[in-house]
Nanobody, 122 residues
Framework: QVQVVESGGGLVQSGGSLRLSCTAS????????MGWYRQALGKQRELVAS???????NYADSVKGRFTISRDNAKNTVYLQMNMLQPEDTAVYFC????????????????WGQGTQVTVSS
């Protein structure tokens, strides 16, 4: 069984910063990638940023230059540093562990966290 838990959300003023963290735990041998997704009220869930175990990153155009994703593979933890936050960034942010290989080395899968609310006031 694999658990993915996010933290760090909250209320921040426009122009402020937050750092989200996400840790995957359980009988994990390796994780191919971890990413952050967000879903604003009335909108579809979208990719914010992702990072592979090898360090390759991918960002949504809307957050490039403002958000930075990083990871600690040894801890199966990923971070999202969010700077220059704007009201449009308000959403529930979800963490996803992708290509999780269990310690049994039998197959792989993807796991989602429960989400953490980020609210940016103007």
């Amino acid at each position: 069984q694999v658990q993915v838990v996010e933290s760090g959300g909250g209320l921040v003023q426009s122009g402020g910063s937050l750092r989200l963290s996400c840790t995957a735990s359980g009988d994990i041998y390796s994780i191919y990638a971890m990413g952050w997704y967000r879903q604003a009220l009335g909108k579809q869930r979208e990719l914010v940023a992702s990072i592979t175990s090898g360090g390759y990153t991918n960002y949504a155009d809307s957050v490039k230059g403002r958000f930075t994703i990083s990871r600690d593979n040894a801890k199966n933890t990923v971070y999202l540093q969010m700077n220059m936050l704007q009201p449009e960034d308000t959403a529930v942010y979800f963490c996803k562990a992708e290509g999780v290989v269990p310690t049994t080395h039998e197959g792989y899968g993807d796991y989602w966290g429960q989400g953490t609310q980020v609210t940016v006031s103007s």
